[in-house]
């Protein structure tokens, strides 16, 4: 009789990657950090303005063709250009001038005043001869483009005085922010979602004694557009000109990204917004060789500011079609949905601190696969591989292609891995018993393959929290096909004997092979011993399971399944007093990219509530009561034992759970992926973890073969045994 190891096996699918050191040079891969930190970043995607999607698959020729810096720039650009965001863009990095800087004063024609920067020791009292020379004067040219101090001078209150008669306010500063990642549309109702988050701009006293001036303030690309500018601006009391498209202001935050090549990119995380809901208007643009000219005659015409655009309340980021009809979309699509799986699990898995696994070095390794994969086929399990490194019991793909390859209809049989052999513990189709297949049957082949081989194959592409869930979780589809499609089982019957039958499968068993068990849902064992099967028991049934069990000594509450939302209104009537904390739940809060700028730092957040038991009305049950758990136990069944607990100590029976309870979201890439993740850290009231580990049982009780054979349930049986014991 042969051995299948498949628990050991699982775990040697999984190659290492960790020590695997990311090529930040690489232009792919850091076009790749780039997109994810534009799409859940920069403000203008927020409104679903952009075409970001559509940008970067356009561009990805010739970023990937790129042979000096300069064509490089050019590809990065021409995708950064339908953001339309002067403060977001790339160019060649070249060392600025470094040293203190002072001012230059100096009287055009017509005695208008250009103030400007130059090399040199800056004074003592800057910002004293600054002011002076403000009051001195009528029209002032600000000349911002070089970035120094001037900028910072024109936003102290004593210099913002003098050009300023009246209050002013400048701008604030409204940043993305996201509580979790917001599901797709049509999706259930969800505890997930993005906003703006805007703090308040720099106020300017004024000064009513201030002469009248008029006003010009010219930047360029490495300018710093004070507050105060910006104020000035829009209250028609001063013009802004710029002899570049792309330049910085007050009111914006920004960071750089090293692209390689020398090459960086400058990406916008925030926007200007000032008190009227209005944000930054259009800058006029001048020739650069003519700047000076052109903003000293702007002196003589009436101050200008374009039309501010109204902005809008809350975001509202449309959705990519990612060609959906498209099982096998093009490279550049495929290029797009390694950078955004990638990046969505970098942000928003609720999980990540605890993945042993490098997720930076798996994204560079499974980029080429899934770029280059040959057919669909090929590519939706490139990406399957990929997403099964999060090792999250919760996380699920969904494609037609995958259902495909899995086997989109069961047989009708329940298989579980009992004493590392694939058992068949359960038979819903009656022509599996009319063929001779009975509960404790050992499956060795499904259709001239091993189920040994087969689990092995198919494990690679299941994300998995634990062991047990892995054996779970690959054993629930190792027999699955085509609708309609014979299967050949080879298998090991009670007395050791090898058989042949065939099998039809059908999407029929599918409802039937939803719930774990048979029989009464709720009934009385011996001993006054009350049990309920919360894998089948419904929601409009509790006060009905209760009123029957009421008097019993105690209640097995039999959680090897998912419960059906029945858990918060049993533990209710479980608890001695209501409100008892049960699980901290712990959700990423994510207000910036945390990229290396300057030195790797993470800007995330996270905010938490607690899960406490409710509160019933109805009578308290006071008998003890004892929960039987599995690696069928997950999420919400996991949830339900971590309540249970903490309304009256109910003891766990069985062997440890999956190891995923957090509640999930979800988003789509190319070719009609779907794929749903845990958006929150579940863990018990006092901190305990409930990922990778699952629920421990007070009492150990595994199943054996001969258990299955003999119709024995050994976890309800050590249960019955504990509780006719107590007291």
């Not at 009492?699 to 073969?705: E, G, H, K, M």
Request: glycine share 8%; charged share 20%.
């Amino acid at each position: 009789m042969k051995t299948f190891c498949i628990a050991l096996a699982f775990l040697s699918v999984f190659p290492l990657f960790g020590q695997q050191t990311p090529n930040g040079k690489d232009r792919l891969v850091a076009a790749g950090r780039l997109w994810v930190t534009v799409r859940y970043f920069h403000p203008h995607i927020a409104d679903g303005a952009a075409g970001w999607d559509t940008a970067l698959v356009r561009n990805l020729p010739a970023i990937r063709a790129a042979k000096s810096p300069a064509q490089y720039v050019r590809a990065l650009q021409s995708m950064l250009d339908v953001l339309h965001d002067p403060a977001t863009y790339a160019f060649v990095h070249s060392a600025q001038p470094t040293g203190s800087t002072s001012l230059k004063y100096e009287t055009a024609s017509g005695g208008t005043l250009i103030v400007s920067e130059t090399s040199g020791k800056s004074e003592s009292n800057e910002a004293g001869r600054l002011q002076k020379a403000i009051r001195q004067a009528r029209g002032i040219v600000f000349d911002l483009r070089t970035d120094g101090q001037l900028s910072q001078l024109l936003d102290e209150p004593a210099v913002a005085n003098e050009l300023a008669r009246a209050p002013l306010d400048g701008p604030g500063e409204r940043i993305w922010v996201h509580h979790g990642l917001p599901p797709l549309p049509g999706s259930p109702a969800s505890r997930f979602y993005s906003a703006f988050e805007t703090k308040p701009g720099p106020h300017f006293g004024g000064d009513p004694a201030a002469k009248r001036h008029r006003l010009v303030f010219l930047i360029g690309q490495h300018s710093h557009l004070p507050a105060l500018a910006l104020a000035l601006a829009k209250n028609g009391q001063a013009t802004i000109l710029s002899d570049s498209a792309h330049y910085a202001m007050d009111g914006v935050e920004t960071m750089r990204i090293d692209m390689g090549m020398g090459v960086k990119a400058v990406i916008r995380l925030s926007e200007p917004v000032f008190a009227d809901g209005t944000g930054m208007p259009e800058i006029q643009q001048i020739t650069p060789r003519r700047a000076l000219e052109q903003a000293t005659a702007a002196l003589s015409r009436p101050a200008a500011f374009g039309r501010a655009k109204p902005l809008p309340a809350y975001p509202a980021p449309r959705i990519g079609r990612y060609e959906a009809t498209t099982a096998y979309p093009s490279t550049g699509y495929r290029i797009l949905a390694a950078y955004k799986i990638w990046g969505v699990f970098h942000y928003f898995f609720a999980y990540r601190d605890q993945m042993d696994e490098d997720w930076d070095a798996d994204f560079q390794k499974y980029l080429p696969e899934i770029a280059g994969a040959r057919d669909a086929q090929s590519y939706n399990l490139a990406i399957a591989e990929f997403v099964s490194r999060t090792r999250d019991s919760d996380t699920h793909l969904q494609s037609e292609t995958l259902n495909a390859y899995f086997g989109e209809a069961p047989l009708g049989i329940h298989l579980r891995l009992i004493q590392n052999k694939p058992v068949v513990t359960d038979i819903v189709d009656p022509a599996a018993r009319k063929a001779g297949l009975r509960p404790g049957d050992v499956v060795m082949k499904v259709d001239g393959e091993t189920v040994s081989d087969r689990a092995n194959r198919e494990a690679r592409y299941v994300p998995a929290s634990t062991r047990q869930s892995l054996g779970y979780l690959v054993l629930r589809r190792v027999l699955n096909g085509p609708d309609g499609s014979s299967a050949a089982l080879t298998i090991e019957d009670h007395d050791g004997q090898i058989k042949q039958i065939k099998l039809k499968r059908s999407k029929t068993f599918l409802s039937a092979l939803r719930h774990q068990r048979s029989g009464a849902v709720v009934k009385i064992l011996p001993g006054n011993i009350g049990y309920a099967d919360l894998d089948r028991l419904a929601p409009d049934r509790v006060d009905a399971m209760f009123d029957r069990l009421q008097h019993t000594k105690a209640i097995v509450f039999d959680m090897r399944g998912s419960p059906h939302g029945t858990a918060g209104k049993i533990a209710a009537r479980l608890a001695a007093k209501p409100g008892v904390p049960a699980a901290i739940l712990t959700g990423i809060l994510n207000l910036a990219p945390d990229l290396p700028n300057g030195e790797p730092a993470t800007q995330s957040a996270t905010y938490f509530f607690i899960q406490r038991v409710p509160r019933s009305a109805e009578p308290r049950y006071s008998g003890k009561t004892v929960m039987l758990i599995d690696e069928r136990t997950m999420g919400l069944g996991e949830r339900a034992a971590l309540l249970f607990e903490a309304a009256n100590r109910t003891r766990l029976i069985g062997s440890p759970s999956a190891g995923a309870g957090g509640d999930t979201t979800n988003f789509a890439v190319p070719g009609g992926i779907v794929i749903s993740f845990s958006g929150l850290d579940v863990r018990g009231a006092r901190g305990g973890q409930v990922q990778r580990l699952g629920l421990q049982p007070s009492f150990r009780a595994v199943p054996t073969i001969a258990d299955i054979r003999t119709g024995r349930d050994e976890a309800l049986d050590t249960a019955v045994e504990f509780l006719s014991q107590s007291r």
